[in-house]
């Protein structure tokens, strides 16, 4: 059995209203973010990989240099996005 839900297009705007940070694109959460270097930028990659662990769900991912972009769907679920996307970036939000 899953243990997530795929969200509705209806839930997703409301949530998307509610946090500023992130966007929608094909079917992905996503949010850009600016570090001072690549050092800070690939610190908090190495935290949302911890995170991610233990949620066991893990982004997508881009980096360059201080540039870090993150990209969220749920594969299981034939890359819809679901309550595991939302509760992941959420809880990406608390770590920034
Ligand atoms: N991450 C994401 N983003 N989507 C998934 O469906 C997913 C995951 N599934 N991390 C998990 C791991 C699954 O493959 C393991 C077996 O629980």
Do not use: C
């Not at 949010?31 to 769900?57: C, M, P, T, Y």
């Not at 997508?60 to 309550?83: C, M, P, Q, W």
């Amino acid at each position: 059995m899953s243990n997530f839900t795929v969200i509705s297009d209806a839930d997703l705007n409301a949530w998307l209203e509610e946090h500023q940070a992130w966007s929608l694109a094909n079917d992905e959460v996503f949010i850009h973010l600016e570090f001072e270097n690549f050092v800070e930028a690939f610190g908090f990659i190495s935290r949302v990989a911890i995170l991610a662990e233990k949620q066991n769900h893990h982004p997508r991912l881009e980096n360059v240099y201080n540039k870090v972009k993150l990209f969220l769907s749920t594969h299981d679920a034939g890359n819809k996005i679901t309550t595991k996307d939302l509760e992941l970036a959420e809880a990406i939000e608390r770590l920034k």
